[in-house]
């Protein structure tokens, strides 16, 4: 399967501080991107980092990608209360016209 | 604004009866995807059709069928619904340039009693 990892499976931080998500993969890859969902809504597109890219920022929201190691992260910084949400991770394999989900981050942000 | 829209949001149906989601787009997207997601778990590949062409993942159960009669809609046929059938069904759509762009529907939420 090409589904890959995501760690942690939870994060429960303070308002105000950082959280860092991170995301291995199994194979090559044309881009990956982060999703986030809030509990029993759709999907929601964050950010698209492509192979030959290495760092990409939106926002408070900052992603790296290491092909060589086959992994990514994701960065909030100053979260918020309204962050809490599931955060996935996406490979859009290469060849494959599909986009595979890792199994998810429960983040959870406290006032 | 074009979209991906699916019908209904909220589906509840009896187990072992068969139901039809529909899921249709405004993008003229040539590939679509229909996506299980159990709760809390990860949106998992059913299958997708690169314009009229079925493709459908290895652990697919054969319960799950779909249907694509034009560019514009998609349906995902239950035949015999289970209770471990209970899901968020999700559609996606995408062009087939490897540029990335997914455009996910809002799901539908199945329940089976």
């Known amino acids: 399967s090409q589904q890959g990892e995501e760690d942690p499976q939870a994060l429960s931080i303070q308002e105000g501080e950082n959280a860092t998500m991170n995301c291995s993969y199994k194979?090559?890859?044309?881009?990956l991107q982060w999703y986030r969902q809030n509990s029993g809504r759709g999907l929601v597109h964050l950010i698209l980092i492509r192979s030959n890219e290495r760092e990409k920022h939106s926002g408070r929201l900052r992603v790296t990608l290491d092909t060589s190691k086959k992994s990514s992260s994701l960065l909030i910084t100053a979260s918020r209360a309204a962050d809490t949400a599931s955060y996935f991770c996406a490979t859009d394999a290469d060849g494959y016209n599909k986009l595979i989900f890792g199994a998810g981050t429960r983040l959870a942000v406290h006032p | 604004d074009a979209m991906v829209i699916q019908n209904p949001r909220y589906q509840v149906t009896q187990f072992g009866k068969p139901v039809t989601l529909s899921c249709s787009q405004t993008l003229n997207h040539n590939v679509m995807y229909w996506y299980q997601q159990k709760s809390s778990q990860a949106p998992k590949l059913l299958f997708h059709y690169y314009d009229k062409d079925f493709n459908n993942e290895a652990d697919t159960p054969d319960n799950f069928q779909s249907r694509r009669p034009n560019t514009s809609f998609c349906f995902l046929d239950i035949r015999s619904p289970g209770l471990g059938d209970a899901a968020m069904y999700l559609c996606a759509t995408s062009t087939s340039t490897g540029k990335g762009s997914y455009t996910f529907g809002s799901g539908t939420r199945l329940t089976v009693v």
């Open positions: 194979t090559s890859i044309n881009n």
